[in-house]
């Protein structure tokens, strides 16, 4: 939303925007209730969601954890926990456009420099699962394209 007011902004300098130019602002209106009540379910189940994708990705490769000898268990929950918020956010205000250039452009770097791409697309992956499994689909019809964003941005498959 933020970035598409943005780029409305530049693009009716001088003039009114037409109907189809506006026509995003009328669906976010509409859209709302559910982003708010998917945003706050995320809130709510946000504990749930990551022990049961720490659950399911240790039963799929208990050494997605692991470096070397050094389990990065806890600096991979709360790396989680901080995307699956900025996640949220990006659910409430419909910018996915925002979260990729604000939070996961800087983080692919930060995960990349420990070589934790393959966990992450693991991670993803899972939470798409998950989600889907503890959200109504019309709630996971938002969340997952974004968790998908997320993980093809931080994961094996970005470019």
Known sequence: MLSQLKRLSLEVDGRYASDAELQFMSD????????????QKLQEIESKLIEQTYAKMRSLDPTLFMQGKDDFTSKWKTDTIRTLRYIAVAVLINDPDTLRERFLIW???VLRSFRAERTTDVT??????????DLTPPQASLVCPILELTRRSLGLTSS
């Open 28 to 39: 976010y209106v509409k859209s709302f209730n559910l982003r708010l009540q998917t945003y």
């Open 107 to 109: 983080f692919q770097t």
């Open 124 to 133: 993803y992956q899972v939470l798409q699962e998950v989600v889907k499994q």
